[in-house]
Every structure is written in structure tokens, then in C-alpha cells.
């Protein structure tokens, strides 16, 4: 079994930034993919940006420039780098891991973390 923990999330004024942290824990043999999701309230839950454990991180449009997703792979944790924040940005924010568990692949979320911007 796989948890992901977050962590980071919180109340921040429009302009300001918060980093939040995804922690990946539980008999994992190789981690494939993570990846931030967000969803507003009343709203479908879209993916902010993903990376690929060597590559290249994707971001959507509406945070590209603002919003930045980095990891520490001996430490099975990815974060996410918030600048900028506009009050569009609110939202429970959701880790994902595509990860393989002995010889099983499978997908996984955690909890969520909310992120509030508001003056």
C-alpha cells in the first residue's frame, strides 16, 4: 500500500506564494510519474502540472510562469512551488503517483491540501 501525505497548504494574500510537499511512503519499488491536481469548489478536479521521475515537468496554462514542480527522489517527495497566487488559484490542491508496489502498478491520491487566496 502507498500513502501520499501533503502538506503546505493555508490562507495566503493575492501575490503572495505557498509550497506545498507530497510525500510518498509504503513498500514502493519505482515511482513513474507525480503530479499536482487542483479542484475549486463546484468544479471538476484538473490537473496544475505533472514530471516524470528524469523528466520533463508539464504545467497548464493558467499556472505556466507561476506555478513550479520539483522533486526529491531519495526522499519519495515532490513539491510544488506557488508564486504569484491569484484568487483563482483557491482550491483543494490533490497529490498524484503513478507508482509500482512490488510488482503491482497502480494510482494513487492523497488527501488534499486546501490553498485559500484571498485579501
Known amino acids: 500500500q502507498v500513502q501520499l501525505v501533503e502538506s503546505g497548504g493555508g490562507l495566503v494574500q493575492p501575490g503572495g506564494s505557498l509550497r506545498l510537499s507530497c510525500a510518498a511512503s509504503?513498500?514502493?519499488?519505482?515511482?513513474?510519474?507525480m503530479a499536482w491536481y487542483r479542484q475549486a469548489l463546484g468544479k471538476e478536479r484538473d490537473v496544475v502540472t505533472g514530471?516524470?521521475?528524469?523528466?520533463?515537468?508539464r504545467y497548464a496554462d493558467s499556472v505556466k510562469g507561476r506555478f513550479t514542480i520539483f522533486g526529491n527522489n531519495t526522499k519519495n517527495t515532490v513539491f510544488l512551488q506557488m508564486n504569484s497566487l491569484v484568487p483563482e488559484d483557491t482550491a483543494v490542491y490533490y497529490c498524484?503517483?503513478?507508482?509500482?508496489?512490488?510488482?503491482?502498478?497502480?494510482?494513487?491520491w492523497g488527501q488534499g491540501t486546501q490553498v485559500t487566496v484571498s485579501s
Open positions: 514530471i516524470s521521475i528524469g523528466g520533463r515537468a
Open positions: 509504503g513498500n514502493i519499488l519505482a515511482i513513474h510519474f
Open positions: 498524484n503517483a503513478d507508482v509500482t508496489v512490488q510488482s503491482i502498478r497502480g494510482d494513487y
